[in-house]
T-cell receptor, first 112, second 114 residues
Framework: SQQGEEDPQALSIQEGENATMNCSYKTSINNLQWYRQNSGRGLVHLILIRSNEREKHSGRLRVTLDTSKKSSSLLITASRAADTASYFC????????????FGAGTRLTVKP | DGGITQSPKYLFRKEGQNVTLSCEQNLNHDAMYWYRQDPGQGLRLIYYSQIVNDFQKGDIAEGYSVSREKKESFPLTVTSAQKNPTAFYLC?????????????FGPGTRLTVL
């Protein structure tokens, strides 16, 4: 069963704009991770936020976590065409050996 | 040049045949994973291994088998019992199975059943 669900399913913006993607999950977690996938390739880890953290930054990425709402957001600022990819959130499922659960992803298109 | 490799990149199989997908890592990671990805969907866990000679079923293990005879290698066999094997298969590894470790992914194998 998939734990995380991303919203929106697809997002199209112009270069230079900000992109915000959201992730909701169902059960308690220890941490939440965001990954990026270019078309037809493997996933690349972007950032991990622990359950006791509320916000984390890495370069142009900003991740927030609201455990009371069981949701997270990924903000990409000043987007570039090279940011075009699918973005997935992944949560650890403590009910099943902490297996990682991936959502269906948000497909981001950044137009030059 | 450390990393995780998968081969082949594309694989075609006739119905009724078993096929084995290769996954190798030189990151000295203990944990390795196999995921299946279908179009427009997230990743679903097939099998994982936390240590050599040990592996556990994930959410969709039926029709698949694995082995972990070496730390570096975690091959996946898609058997004829898997009813709908056409998909993109991703192998990953992490230092251990702690959920605080990031997973490193290979480039994937796209399997098509003819």
């Amino acid at each position: 069963s998939q734990q995380g669900e991303e919203d929106p399913q697809a997002l199209s913006i112009q270069e230079g704009e900000n992109a915000t993607m959201n992730c909701s999950y169902k059960t308690s977690i220890n941490n939440l991770q965001w990954y990026r996938q270019n078309s037809g390739r493997g996933l690349v880890h972007l950032i991990l936020i622990r359950s006791n953290e509320r916000e984390k930054h890495s370069g142009r990425l900003r991740v927030t976590l609201d455990t009371s709402k069981k949701s997270s957001s990924l903000l990409i600022t000043a987007s570039r065409a090279a940011d075009t990819a699918s973005y997935f959130c992944a949560t650890d499922d403590s009910s099943v050996n902490n297996d990682m659960r991936f959502g269906a992803g948000t497909r981001l298109t950044v137009k030059p | 040049d450390g990393g995780i490799t998968q081969s082949p990149k594309y694989l075609f199989r006739k119905e009724g045949q078993n096929v084995t997908l290769s996954c190798e890592q030189n990151l000295n990671h203990d944990a390795m994973y196999w995921y299946r990805q279908d179009p427009g969907q997230g990743l679903r866990l097939i099998y994982y291994s936390q240590i050599v000679n040990d592996f556990q079923k994930g959410d969709i293990a039926e029709g698949y088998s694995v082995s972990r005879e070496k730390k570096e290698s975690f091959p996946l066999t898609v058997t004829s019992a898997q009813k709908n094997p056409t998909a993109f298969y991703l192998c990953a590894s992490s230092a251990d199975k702690s959920s605080y470790n990031e997973q490193f992914f290979g480039p994937g194998t796209r399997l098509t059943v003819l």
